[in-house]
């Protein structure tokens, strides 16, 4: 059980943290929404906007971790998100979609999220997060000769795709999403120095070198086009 459930997170505790992706997300998700969380594995993220008034459906492939998400979310479908049909046996419209941290675990990431559109009311939104093989662990180990896969983090060995900052935005525009924010969870080489200053140096270096020291990152996104005739899909909304 402890393999499967190798992802398994603290929700409720990382959001107290700023720095976190959880914290960053969380203040993204306004109050009283309808979410589908993409890959909700446990449910402990969605059980944190469930506290905020949010209504949370959940998919995940994991059975043992959707048993327990269960318990906890509103609906939770035990399925593939790449299958066909997973997205289109859904009968609602959600005001935002989360894909975090799963879009690298997935073949064909592009086509998840074009159907992800279909499922989105005429203000939703999409959020991601994506880990940036670009980051200045990974360049040490290419430079050392690394490249080795490991059971979590950056080189997990389930990823099929990895992405920079520049290609992360590539896929959501390639998808039909216009990007409304890209923000970061920024790691430093020594850790102990973020833990010191409370994160502000990690901050400030990001900020400068975001390819460089940028762990994770955060993408918010919304359909760049209408539904409508024009374009194979739809017009392009201003």
Not at 128 to 155: H, T
Not at 179 to 191: A, G, N, T, Y
Not at 206 to 211: C, E
């Amino acid at each position: 059980m402890a393999d499967s459930l190798k992802y398994d997170r603290e929700a409720k505790a990382e959001i107290g943290k700023p720095y976190s992706v959880f914290a960053k997300i969380y203040r993204l998700i306004p109050a009283g929404i309808n979410v589908l969380d993409v890959g909700c594995y446990t449910g402990k993220f969605g059980a944190v906007l469930k506290q905020k008034g949010c209504r949370v459906t959940g998919i995940e492939i994991n059975a043992a971790a959707a048993e327990q998400a269960r318990r906890i979310l509103d609906v939770v479908k035990i399925a593939d998100v790449e299958a066909v049909g997973t997205f289109e046996n859904l009968n609602e419209k959600y005001d935002a979609i989360l894909f975090l941290d799963i879009l690298e675990h997935c073949h064909w990431p592009a086509e998840i999220l074009e159907r992800a559109r279909e499922l989105l009311a005429p203000e939703g939104f999409v959020i991601a997060s994506i880990p940036n093989i670009a980051n200045w662990s990974m360049r040490l180990n290419l430079f050392l000769g690394r490249f080795e896969y490991e059971p979590i983090g950056l080189m997990d060995e389930t990823h099929l795709r990895f992405y920079t900052i520049k290609t992360a935005r590539k896929l959501f525009e390639t998808a039909g999403y216009k990007i409304e924010l890209v923000d970061h969870r920024f790691s430093l080489p020594v850790f102990k120095i973020r833990n010191i200053v409370g994160g502000t140096l990690a901050k400030i270096l990001g900020n400068l070198f975001p390819g460089l020291f940028s762990y994770q990152i955060v993408i918010k996104a919304r359909p760049a086009y209408a539904k409508g005739a024009g374009s194979p899909m739809g017009q392009p909304l201003n």
